[in-house]
């Protein structure tokens, strides 16, 4: 097979994988206009429309459904052929995808990646912060951290942190003409900063525990955001109460702009944990990377 017609159908498996022109491209490092020419060249090369497109999806047609079905064994193949390489190489070497939520990428895994970049200067590492749900295998991910909760099922998991301790927060100035909560119902007279997940777009109920007692309740938010560090922000600028992780506010409440209100009344999150798919061949690379973030 020549490396044109070679190229074409990888870049034909990586677009229907990705969805979009757009993704692939982001995912191959090359420009949309690229994988459009090559989609066309593959296309007239072959006599045949591989791909159905309008402005608002694409989808393979029956034709190219057949040939994914052919091709991806041998993608697979060629994929476990490299990392059989990489395994053979003395140093790790390759790229490493990682998707995880703001706070485990800033406290845990920024921490632990100045190490591994001294230890494997031939391994690259981007990383993705979302806070919301992301499929690992679709997006192309070669690992996820999130809590243990909220795992994906058929994964394998490794722990990489501690479990992380929220906290109530305020700024002193909101205090200034107020009393501060000291029990989840003093809440209601109360402004509150709210987050609102990415992925499912419902408000995030509040937890409480004391004494044994769990329990949950919807909170009005008079703020709502979907960023953590915007909802710091928030609770600095005097906006309201705000439930965050502790390790992203511990500098605030060291200096003083953020106090801490309904003490013994915060729950704690279960750890963060690295996961990826069982059924995934991990390179010499990702077992370095792996063993480096490991808890």
Known sequence: MDRELW?????FAAIVEAGSFA????RLGLSASALSHAMRSLETRLGIRLLDRTTRSLSPTRAGE????????????????LGDLDDDRDKPVGHIRVSAHRVAAVYAILPRLERFARDYPDVAVELVVEDGFVDIVADRFDCGVRHAMTLQGDMISVRISAPVPLVYVVAPAYLADRLPPTGPDDLDTHRCLCYRHTSSGVVHRWDFEQGGRAFARAIRGDFTTNDVDVMRDAAVAGLGVGCLPLPHVARQLADGTLVEVLAGWAPTLPPNHLYYPSRRQPTAAFRAFVDAMRA
């Open 7 to 11: 190229s074409g159908l990888a870049v």
């Open 23 to 26: 993704r692939a491209a982001t």
């Open 66 to 81: 057949q040939l994914l079905l052919s091709l991806k064994p041998a993608i697979d193949s060629v994929e476990k052929a």
